[in-house]
């Protein structure tokens, strides 16, 4: 982080005043944006893997079981979306034995 250039392709974010031609934030919180990539997948997937992440760990206090005998199981609802998807992923890579659920069939 930090080590960006004119014209580098970043993705990021900030807390407040996201939603601007121009924005300010710590380098801290942006990355180079991998070249197969559009910026509204950057964009989509620090909204999606982020809220994931704050719904699971920050809000609910899921501990990292990864390296544990002691698994929990996670029901993640609408495991098919953005949201779901990534909450399925980071309670999978944390230890969790994940069940999801979906609202139509075609989705499973």
Known sequence: ????????????????????????????????????WSFEQGASFLVNALTAWHGLVTVAGMPDCSDSNNSIVVLVHSAAGGVGLWASEIAARRGAIVIGVVGQEEKK
């Open 1 to 36: 982080p930090g080590k960006f250039k004119k014209f580098d392709r970043v993705f990021g974010f900030t807390r407040f005043g996201a939603y601007q031609d121009v924005v300010t934030t710590s380098p801290d919180y942006v990355r180079i944006l991998p070249s197969q």
